[in-house]
Nanobody
Framework: QVQLVESGGGLVQAGGSLRLSCAAS????????MGWYRQTPGNEREVVAR???????NYADSVKGRFTIYKDNAENTVYLQMNSLKPEDTAVYYC???????????????WGQGTQVTVSS
């Protein structure tokens, strides 16, 4: 059974940095794409950054130049390095992976449990 486990959230002052990580386990065969999303109360979940199997990455305009997404294929892990954090970055951050896993090898989307990031002014 596929599981995505996130870590690294917390409370930080504006201008500070945090690194989020998300590790997938449970019969992983291949991962097509990984990404990070965030959600604030009353709002829809929005994409923050995504990276594909070829290491091509794209970012939301609001985080370009401040956040970096990268991955460790051997560990089935995706990271989000967040620098120069702003209060408006406060949200619950979710990782997402599109992957194939045993036993059926179908492409499917999976989500992490979410981790709170709070940036104080």
């Amino acid at each position: 059974q596929v599981q995505l486990v996130e870590s690294g959230g917390g409370l930080v002052q504006a201008g500070g940095s945090l690194r989020l990580s998300c590790a997938a386990s449970g019969g992983i065969f291949s991962i097509n794409a990984m990404g990070w999303y965030r959600q604030t109360p009353g709002n829809e979940r929005e994409v923050v950054a995504r990276i594909n199997s070829g290491n091509g990455a794209n970012y939301a305009d609001s985080v370009k130049g401040r956040f970096t997404i990268y991955k460790d294929n051997a560990e089935n892990t995706v990271y989000l390095q967040m620098n120069s954090l702003k209060p408006e970055d406060t949200a619950v951050y979710y990782c997402n992976m599109n992957l194939r896993a045993r036993p059926n090898y179908y492409n499917a989307n999976y989500w992490g449990q979410g981790t709170q990031v709070t940036v104080s002014s």
